[in-house]
């Protein structure tokens, strides 16, 4: 039995989920197609899920497949298309075998699946498209195909036609039915292809088989079916196409780490926490127990940990198989199972399994690619004895869901709540309130704001006196002046003692804690140029210096910084008579329109930008103005490049 771990990517309402419940019929897991109207799809189980009618959460179905060519096992992952889930579909690619981007017949590609095949090209991932709904837009896929041929660099090979009676037929099953010119371009993208077909005059070999095998995964080939998951047209035919085309090999991680990748964590009533993990290559319990115990006796730390007396645990591993949930002794290579989590391992997504050393594996710390997000809310429990209670519950959901940030203010008792987007907040917050009747309180969502430094450069000189003149801070000469991004630097341009070089620092970072508008400001350097220190208690002469650079400092805020936040670029897909009213409420909230183009079937494509803060609750106006089929797609961002301005 080979596995396969193939995934299943697309832009918000392409189809994914409909396309997985269609193939899991037609392998006979399940005895009825469900539809996401009704609630009853095998991927969306959460209550969010049931209610919106979009995968909040990736999932995992095992399911036999056969061929011609061999008896598979297809693992397959449906994905979430909604941007603010995005870290999910990337914690996925380091153990992807193929891809199947779905698009969606009558449009361009859309933005989040040009985001996914841009992943999935630098994750050295073979795809195969599907062009869906052909059961609605019929032959209108041309413009998919040129969009898509501008997103790779390289033209996709369409491998479907309709024949005499209008219904589909498929190069995988038919190949003579094809043009010549279709075999062509299967091996036209390799030399060595192309020169063993000229040698081969007779045609005994079908080359151009060969180069759909390998091509996929040598990033030279783009093969293109086309169907209906919702009918199951050329569902079928795509599995066959995904099994015959070469996968991704993965690589063995390095020494410092074990044989297996973490596709996603999970929490389960019966057996708690655990994750979802792709062995690299066959291996048995007892090599994994061997291996664990080279690991723990190497390098400093493990010996700082021994000597600490910490226990470090014979077994940590507890390996389950998915659908029988038996305990494993025995893995195989790319067979999916399930690792229960153990104090001493640290199972992040998208990274090997590795040990602890020792330390509580939230202080191993996020992997460096998961930025703070600008979006948060402050929650607060009804009662202050229910605090432990929604600290768990919170837990829980950051352990599922590393694109999530907790942080506990102890001096007001508060909880931070950070996610990747307003929906992805509403989401976690709706989930945590979940079957329970204890109330908790949370604030609108807020959006960080900076006060950016503007391009200045001002000398000045800090000084301050008190104790009727008496007493000086001494003269500090100095340049403020702005930086090339949202960093704070001090530089000395002279020699001083270390206290007050301290002194100065801390002043200086706390002036820049609040500004003109109550924000922290950022991009800005002090330039130290020279100190004369005044004789006398040296404490006053700093308590004194810090006035001054304080009141100094802050005297240039008010016309030298402007307010930003983060930026937000957003696509809706809208029919043309509900245009006018999009971009009316649009215009409400200050959107510059970068483009409008008109799309098939009577739809306009537009794009815009604006201030995150202003577009709060535009997805969900959109869907009110347009009755419930209007679709938008938003990615937020907050840097030095990527930001709006406020105030100024």
Known sequence: MKYRTVGIFAHIDSGKTTLTERILFEAGK???????????????????EIDRGISIRTTFHSLPWNTNFGEFRIQLVDTPGHIDFRNQVTDLLPAMETAIVVLEAGTVVQSQARLVIEELTKASVPMVFFINKLDRFGDDYLDTLVSLEEILGGAPVALFQKDELGKLEYYFQHPSAFPKTVKEELISWSDDLMISSWNDPSGQTDFSMIGLHTGPKAGKLYPVYGGSAKTGEGVRELLDLVLWTEPKETEDPSSLALPMLVLSRRTNPEFGRYAVVYPTRDIRLDEIQSLWKQLLTNGEENSTRRAKGNSIEE???HFLDPETEETLTTLQKGKLVFLKNHLDLVLLPAKSVV???GLPSEEEGPPSDRSQSPFSVVLEPDESSEKEFWLCRLEELVWEDPGYVLQNKEDTGQLVLLGRGELHLEIGIRRVMERTEKKLNFSSINIAKLE???????KVALEHRAFEDQKSSGALIAVLEDTADFSKHIAFEVSLPEEVKNSIETSFLEACLHGFYGEEVVGLRLRVLSYEMPKGDVQITLTLLKVAILAGVKELFPSNTYLVGPLTEIEVMVDADHLGVVLSDLS???AKVVSIEEAVAGKSHLKANAPAQNLLGFSGALRNMTKGIGISWE???FTYEFHAVLKE
């Open 588 to 590: 409400r909230r200050n």
């Open 30 to 48: 399940i005895s009825a197609v469900g539809s996401i109207e009704d609630g009853n799809t095998e991927s969306d189980s959460l209550q969010e």
């Open 315 to 317: 077994n940590p591993f």
């Open 355 to 357: 040990q602890t050393n």
């Open 635 to 637: 990615r937020t961002a």
């Open 452 to 458: 950016h430094l503007k391009k200045m450069s001002h």
